[in-house]
């Protein structure tokens, strides 16, 4: 069990237990399975001028970014090699398009499925974050800062 499986329980168990969860989420460096080329399998060399295609699956009208905490849970769930990538939480949150959902750690006992406004929620959280550092990043936000205080309600 990971420290995001027991804080994914923690939520579950109480709704007031979303702040660590998503801090960890967005924190947390995410195995995401590519399109490849031809022949490619594993980890693969990228570079600032390749592109990079992930694999989107739909399933009930509804599109999902694929996402595994560890290698092992991607290679168990793709059940041959395959091509990733590293990306951490928050980068991948900025990232994503409206209306893409994202499935983690699908296979597992500790899944989770992320819906459009819950990632849209974590784009302003990182956003607000944004905007209380100082420039250059070398300075502590402000602890008491009220990041969540919106909340995403139930989900």
């Known amino acids: 069990m990971t420290e995001l499986d027991k804080a994914l329980e923690l ?3 109480d709704d007031k237990n ?8 967005l924190n947390s460096d995410f195995y995401i399975p590519v399109h490849a080329e031809e022949g490619a399998k594993g980890e693969q060399e990228i570079t600032a001028k390749d592109s990079i295609v992930p694999l989107v699956l739909s399933a009930e009208d509804e599109d999902y ?3 595994f905490e560890t290698k092992e849970r991607l290679l168990a769930w793709a059940d041959e090699s395959v091509c990733y990538v590293i990306v951490s939480g928050d980068a991948i949150a900025q990232m994503t398009p409206p209306k893409l959902n994202w499935a983690l750690n699908v296979g597992t006992k500790f899944q ?3 819906v459009p406004d819950e990632i849209a929620w974590l784009q302003e959280i990182i956003q607000k974050v944004a905007e209380l550092t ?3 990043g ?3 936000i402000d602890e ?5 205080s919106e909340g995403l309600g139930e989900s």
């Open 65 to 67: 970014l694929m996402l």
């Open 18 to 25: 979303q702040a660590p969860y998503y801090d960890l989420v």
């Open 144 to 148: 008491d800062a009220d990041l969540c």
């Open 138 to 140: 070398d300075e502590e």
């Open 112 to 114: 989770k499925q992320f």
């Open 11 to 13: 939520f579950v168990e």
């Open 134 to 136: 100082p420039e250059g």
